[in-house]
């Protein structure tokens, strides 16, 4: 049923063990620190682009269109697609940043304002 694979390899047994477990920790570690990126730079992004008026998720401009869940929520854009297009378009009369975000900014940016909208915007 299962075959067994056999291969010349001029690196000894530990050695070649020791190199696969290190690629396999790569492997299960890298989504981690890209999470940790991401975090990091969702962070960053809000800090340049949105804490002017949001800052800790209020609205110094229009009180009700703040960042926390339950206006996410009430305004239906609690998901991170929704957040990104408002990030890179605008709506009302907030301006978009659309000319600030590269690559997928808007989608880290959103996903974070999400996650902070989640924790009730308070900092661990």
Known sequence: ???????????SKPKCFLIALLCIFSLISAPKKLIALDT???ESLF???CAGCHING???IRRSKNLKISSL?????DDPEAIAKIAREGIGIMD??????????????ANWILEQ????WVQE
């Open 96 to 109: 978009g940043y659309e000319d600030l975000l590269f690559d997928n900014d808007d989608l880290i940016l």
């Open 117 to 120: 909208a989640q924790k009730a």
């Open 1 to 11: 049923m299962f075959k067994t694979f056999k291969f010349n390899c001029s690196i």
């Open 58 to 60: 209020s609205n110094i």
């Open 73 to 77: 929520k009430r305004n239906g854009i």
């Open 47 to 49: 800090k340049k682009n």
């Open 40 to 42: 990091s730079s969702g």
